[in-house]
């Protein structure tokens, strides 16, 4: 079985600051990694996704993560947030055999301030 | 191209009573998943269909059940409700053919049971 653990409940930034959300995850079998993010009222969307090959992947809206094998981390990246980033951020893992269930991670709040 | 559409969108319900959740998925979308989502969590996979059968189910009582229909929206139905269901029902498509494990995702269905 797998399983995530996102490390933080709350990340509060600064418009125009760094910031990371962290993410590790469990799993016996090789996996795919996800970040989903839910704005207010709103389902999920899919933000990026690593399934193979390049360990760093990318959104069109200047978010990365990296996939870590040694530390089972998919931890999610950017160099500058803006006020429209403000949102619930969920990290999902699947083993990698496609159409099996995700399996998320309690969330981070991402809370940009002016 | 409409995504995934999920109805309705807010109800309220007492204990013991009965609910059906519907989703028409993504066009050309042919598997449908249902996420329970509580107050501050991940979601938490309960079911997938594909051809009209359950084929994967999470860790959820007897009272949750589902069905496809041939032109692939999916129900869901809970039975002797219990304060504890109340929650936002997430419901999700993709392609059983990928390999990628991408999911679609509703709007959802926010349940409350007095």
């Known amino acids: 079985a797998q399983s995530v653990t996102q490390l933080d409940s709350q990340v509060p930034v600064f418009e125009e600051a760094p910031v990371e959300l962290r993410c590790n995850y469990s799993s016996s079998v090789s996996v795919y990694l996800f970040w989903y993010v839910q704005y207010p009222n709103q389902g999920l969307q899919l933000l990026l996704k690593y399934l193979s090959g390049s360990t760093l992947v990318e959104s069109i809206n200047g978010f990365e993560a990296e996939f870590n094998k040694s530390q089972t981390s998919f931890h999610l990246r950017k160099p500058s947030v803006h006020i429209s980033d403000t949102a619930e951020y969920f990290c999902a893992v699947s083993r990698n055999s496609g159409n099996t269930p995700l399996v998320f991670g309690k969330g981070t709040r991402l809370s940009v301030i002016a | 191209d409409a995504g995934v559409t999920q109805s309705p969108t807010h109800l309220i319900k007492t204990r013991g009573q009965q609910v059906t959740l519907r989703c028409s998925p993504k066009s050309g979308h042919d598997t449908v998943s249902w996420y329970q989502q509580a107050l501050g969590q991940g979601p938490q996979f309960i079911f997938q269909?594909?051809?009209?059968?359950?084929?994967q189910r999470g860790n959820f009582p007897d009272r949750f059940s589902g069905h496809q229909f041939p032109n692939y929206s999916s129900e869901l139905n809970v039975n002797a409700l219990l304060l504890g269901d109340s929650a936002l029902y997430l419901c999700?498509?993709?392609?059983?053919?990928?390999?990628?494990?991408?999911?679609?995702f509703g709007e959802g269905s926010r349940l409350t049971v007095l």
């Open positions: 269909y594909y051809e009209e059968e359950e084929r």
């Open positions: 999700a498509s993709s392609l059983k053919a990928g390999a990628t494990g991408e999911l679609f």
